[in-house]
C-alpha cells in the first residue's frame, strides 16, 4: 500500500514537472518562443496588475459587511460598500496612471505613448493592455514593482458554426415535438428591431415575413436593411446556412421573422420609432387584434447610458411581455464596469443577455449589473451567450463577423424558439425561468453572467440522472429522511410523493425532506409496501421510482 502511494506520487511529480518544467519563466509570456515566433496569433499583451480587481474587492467587502455589520441595515451596508468600492476604484486609476507614466518613460521617445496603450480593465481584471512593442521592452515592463504577470493578447474568434453547438443547438435539432417534427424553430415567429434587414440574401429570404414587416424611420412597408447590423442579428437567430453550404446555420432555422426598422443607416433610433415597432410586434397586421402577435422580440440595441427598470422603454417592454410575448434584450456594450446595464435591457420581465466568447470568458465591454435606482438592487444580466467575433450574415450576401452583445442576443431568441416549439403552452415567465435554470455556470457573479452560458440542449432533455437516498424499510410513525441528488451528489429539488395503500399521498418539494411513516392499521399484517416517487420539471420532465416497505411495529414486537 505505501508502495502504490509511492508510485502515485511520483508519477504526479512526473507528469508536473513534464508541462511546467518547474521553472518559473517557462510559463511566462516573454519565455514561450512558440508566442515570440507566431504573432500573428495574439495583438500585444495584457498587464495584469497586483492588486485584486474591483469585483474582488466587493465580494470581499460584502462577506465583511454580512458578518461584522450584521445588525446594520441593507442600505446602510450597501452604502459602506459602495463608499469603500469608489476608494477603491479611485486608488486602482492612481495605480494606473502611475503604471502608465512607468511605460511612457520604459518606451523612450521612440514610439508615441498613445500609440502604445490600448485598454484599461478594472472591475473583472485589473490591467491594461498594450499594443505590441519590442521583447526588450516587455522585460522591463514586468520587473516594475506593481506588475503582477503578463500575457499575449491573443485572438479569439468564435464564428456561427462554433457558436451554434456550443449552446447544443444542433442536438437539438435532432430532437422532435410532440407532433414529431425536428425542433428547429417550426411554427415561432420572432420580431427583430433593428436596422432593417437584407430579405434577398439566400439564407434570409424564406424565413421574411413580408406582410406586416415595416420601416419606421422612413415609413414605408421596405424594411430594407442600409447597415448591415440588423441582417446580421437575424441570421444568428435563424439563417438557414444556404449560401454557406449549410456551415453557417441560425440557432432555429425554420422560425419565422418580420423586421421592423426602428433605427436609421448609422444605427440611432430614438423612443418613437422603438414604441412604434413594439406595438407592430403586437399586432403585425395593424388591425388592433394582438390574437397574431409574434412570440420573440429581440433586441440587439440599448441606450449610451445605464438604464433605470422606471424609465418609458421598460415600461414599453414590461406591457409588451404582459401580453404574451417574450422580449430577449442586449445587456448593452457599456462594460466591464458594474451598473452598466442599457435600457430596455434593464427591465424587469426581460431575458437580458450579456456576452462571452468561444472560451466561455465574459466579454469585456459587456455590461454588468446591478441594476440600482431609488434606493432599489435588481440583479443583471439575466443570461449570457456566444457574442464575441460571430460570423452572420451581411448585406449583399456573405457573411461577415462582428462582436457584441447585439450578437449574444439572437442566440437567446433563437434558443427561445426552439423551447417555445418543444413547449407551446409556456407564457414569458416560464421561458424566463426554464432558460435561466438550465444554463452552465461559468464561475462568474450573478451580476456578471447571471445564471450563466445558455445551453438549449440541457433545458430541453430531462436529467434522468438523479438518485433518491431513502431507507428500504421503516417502522410506522418513524421519521425519516428523502433526499434526492444528481450523479454527482449535488441537491436536486424537485417533487417527491410517498404513496401507501389505504392512506392519503405525502407531497413535498424540496431536495431533501423528512416523511412520517403512516400507521399500520390492521394488527395482522406484518408489514405494508409503497413508493416514493421523485418527479423533476425543471430542466425537463422525468421521474424516478423507489420501493419502501411499512414495518408494522405491534407485529415485529410480538
Known sequence: MKFKKIFVILVLFLFLT??????????KVIQKDNDINNKQNYNGYIIELKDKPILSMRNKLKIVAKYLFSN???????????????DYEEKLIS????????ISKLIGNDVKFEEIISKEYF???NGISINDISDEVIT??????????????????????ESVPLINTDDVWKMKDDLGRHITGKDITIAFLDTGVDYYHLDLRDNFIADGSYDFVNDDADPMDD???????????????????????????????????????????DFLTYYEGMMR???????????????????????????????????????????????????????PKSHTIASPGCARTSICVGSTNKNDIIASTSSRGPVIWNNNYMEKPDVVAPGVSIKSMKNGGGYVFNSGTSMATPHVAGAVALILQSNPSFNPNDVKEYISQSTIDLGYDVNTQGSGRIDVLKSLVPNDKFIIEAPYEVNETQIFRVKVSDDNGNPIRA????????????????????????????????????????????????????????????????
Open 18 to 27: 513534464t508541462i511546467f518544467n518547474f521553472n518559473s519563466s517557462a510559463i
Open 72 to 86: 446594520l441595515s441593507e442600505k446602510v451596508k450597501n452604502n459602506f460598500i459602495s463608499k469603500k468600492i469608489q
Open 95 to 102: 495605480i494606473h496612471q502611475t503604471v502608465k507614466e512607468n
Open 123 to 125: 472591475d473583472i481584471f
Open 140 to 161: 522591463k515592463i514586468k520587473n516594475l514593482n506593481c506588475i503582477k504577470d503578463i500575457f499575449p493578447n491573443y485572438k479569439i474568434s468564435i464564428t456561427l458554426d
Open 227 to 269: 447597415n448591415g447590423h440588423g441582417t446580421h442579428v437575424t441570421g444568428i437567430a435563424l439563417g438557414r446556412g444556404i449560401e454557406s453550404n449549410y456551415q453557417y446555420i441560425g440557432v432555429a432555422p425554420d422560425a419565422k421573422f418580420y423586421s421592423y426598422k426602428i433605427l436609421k443607416h448609422d444605427g440611432e433610433g
Open 281 to 335: 410586434a403586437l399586432d403585425p397586421n395593424d388591425d388592433g387584434d394582438y390574437s397574431d402577435k409574434v412570440d420573440i422580440i429581440s433586441l440587439s440595441f440599448g441606450t449610451k447610458e445605464p438604464g433605470d427598470p422606471d424609465d418609458s422603454f421598460c415600461q414599453v417592454l414590461d406591457n409588451v411581455v404582459n401580453e404574451g410575448v417574450t422580449v430577449v434584450v442586449a445587456a448593452g456594450n457599456l462594460g
Open 495 to 558: 417533487w417527491t410523493f410517498m404513496l401507501v395503500p389505504f392512506h392519503i399521498p405525502r407531497l413535498k418539494y424540496r431536495h431533501t425532506r423528512n416523511f412520517i411513516a403512516p400507521i399500520i392499521v390492521s394488527k395482522n399484517k406484518d408489514c405494508i409496501e409503497g413508493k416514493i416517487i421523485v418527479i423533476k420539471i425543471s430542466g425537463g420532465f422525468s421521474i424516478i421510482k423507489k420501493d419502501i416497505k411499512i414495518i408494522n411495529k405491534i407485529r415485529v414486537s410480538n
